[in-house]
């Protein structure tokens, strides 16, 4: 039974539309959280009278039928799709094929969520249905706030996180250093040979990932530099994974620092207000304030000790130098966000926790849980240890 959105069926009625329509393939997260179903090529989903549809390929069918959470299920050809392909391109005919699928329907205007295909678009207003794009990202938002399953399947993907973050410490506390870099087992330690056995640990516990970080030096201060080449002794080793679980699609997200060696007296001055201002995060989350303000108070915590920050000097390269976390659920960054202008948040949006400190060209501390907003406060979903990593 396809569950129904009161909030998505009270923006059509708010907006006098009749329909909620996705053009997409399964990678993409509102189509997935709307139909229930993943292919690998696009078919369309419509959500209408508290309830959804499915128009598919032949090839599609008897899986979209039995796995997805539609209601209803058609096929293409039902619609003359290899009668329209004999006269324009296919490519185009499943876009006619859409206009007639509406059309049966009783569908005359849809919503159609930010990156709905252009193509489509044009072909259904040809064909005199009002297609309006929704600038609320109203789908968005009811994807933000988690329930209690899809907060499961975020604590399941972070276990392997966290059992994935174990493997690399060990990694590192195996390592000797030569010359100022690490080596295990004869050959130089890279980035990229601890990012292999963070994939492999990962793909064992039933997740993927497209990428991570394991930077050192002057790498770690690099907003999403993934590191390169060998690893450093006595800085920091900034480790953030972020993998997608194979059969849940629910992203997890974790960063933790490591030094191999002797951190400075800075960098440990560094991870201490880092770790304050984390904890200053933690204790002003709860249901009702917004993302703003938890940013803000993070903010409040750097720039008393001098160190700019997004709000002081919103170009900045150093100091706290982005937001203080993002939503994670069937995308690693979605909302509500940490940061300037973030809106209010609601008991059921699952978000990290990240504050950082960086000098470019030296490096960076930073660390990062994944944690469900309540009512009164917060349920952090990261247990891995939350000191400065000295290995």
């Known amino acids: 039974m396809t569950p129904a959105y009161p909030r998505l069926t009270s923006y059509l009625e708010g907006t006098d539309v009749d329909g909620y329509l996705i053009d997409a393939d399964g990678e993409d997260s509102n189509q997935y959280y709307l139909s229930g179903y993943y292919a690998p090529d696009n078919f369309v989903t419509l959500y209408a009278?508290?309830?959804?549809?499915?128009?598919?390929?032949?090839?599609?069918?008897?899986?979209?039928?039995?796995?997805?959470?539609?209601?209803?299920?058609?096929?293409?050809?039902?619609?003359?799709?290899?009668?329209?392909?004999?006269?324009?391109?296919?490519?185009?005919?499943?876009?006619?094929?859409t206009g007639d699928f509406l059309a049966d329907a009783g569908i005359g205007s849809v919503a159609v969520p930010n990156g709905f295909p252009t193509g489509t678009a044009d072909v259904l207003r040809e064909h005199g249905i009002d297609v309006t794009w929704d600038e609320e990202f109203v789908l968005e938002e009811i994807r933000a706030v988690k329930s209690e399953r899809e907060v499961e399947?975020?604590?399941?993907?972070?276990?392997?996180?966290?059992?994935?973050?174990?493997?690399?410490?060990?990694?590192?506390?195996?390592?000797?250093?030569?010359?100022?870099?690490?080596?295990?087992?004869?050959?130089?330690?890279?980035?990229?040979?601890?990012?292999?056995?963070i994939e492999i640990t990962l793909l064992q516990r039933g997740c993927r990932m497209n990428d991570c970080i394991v930077a050192s030096g002057a790498a770690s201060a690099r907003g999403h530099d993934s590191g390169s080449g060998p690893l450093e002794a006595n800085v920091p080793i900034v480790v953030d994974i972020f993998p997608r679980h194979r059969q849940t699609r629910y992203f997890g997200d974790m960063t933790r620092t490591f030094v191999k060696g002797e951190p400075s007296d800075r960098i440990k001055e560094w991870y201490d207000l880092a770790y304050e201002a984390y904890e200053t995060a933690l204790n002003a989350t709860q249901a009702g304030i917004t993302g703003e303000a938890v940013h803000g108070a993070v903010c409040d915590v750097f720039e008393a000790e001098g160190y700019p920050t997004q709000r002081t000097e919103e170009s900045t390269e150093d100091g706290f130098n982005h937001s203080t976390g993002h939503g994670v659920g069937l995308d690693v960054h979605e909302g509500p966000y940490l940061a300037l202008e973030?809106?209010?948040?609601?008991?059921?949006?699952?978000?990290?926790?990240?504050?950082?400190?960086?000098?470019?060209?030296?490096?960076?501390?930073?660390?990062?849980?994944?944690?469900?907003?309540?009512?009164?406060?917060?349920?952090?979903?990261?247990?891995?240890p939350r000191e400065l990593h000295v290995v």
């Open 153 to 197: 399947y975020i604590r399941e993907t972070q276990r392997a996180n966290e059992d994935t973050m174990a493997v690399v410490q060990e990694l590192l506390e195996r390592a000797t250093v030569e010359d100022g870099v690490l080596c295990l087992d004869g050959e130089v330690l890279t980035s990229e040979a601890v990012r292999e056995r």
């Open 49 to 97: 009278d508290d309830s959804v549809s499915l128009l598919v390929s032949g090839l599609e069918y008897s899986r979209a039928k039995t796995d997805s959470d539609a209601e209803e299920v058609s096929k293409l050809s039902e619609f003359g799709f290899w009668e329209k392909a004999e006269e324009v391109d296919p490519r185009k005919a499943g876009k006619l094929v």
């Open 342 to 384: 973030g809106g209010e948040l609601e008991a059921g949006h699952v978000i990290t926790v990240e504050p950082g400190l960086y000098k470019q060209g030296t490096g960076g501390v930073r660390i990062e849980d994944l944690v469900v907003v309540t009512e009164d406060g917060y349920e952090n979903l990261t247990e891995y």
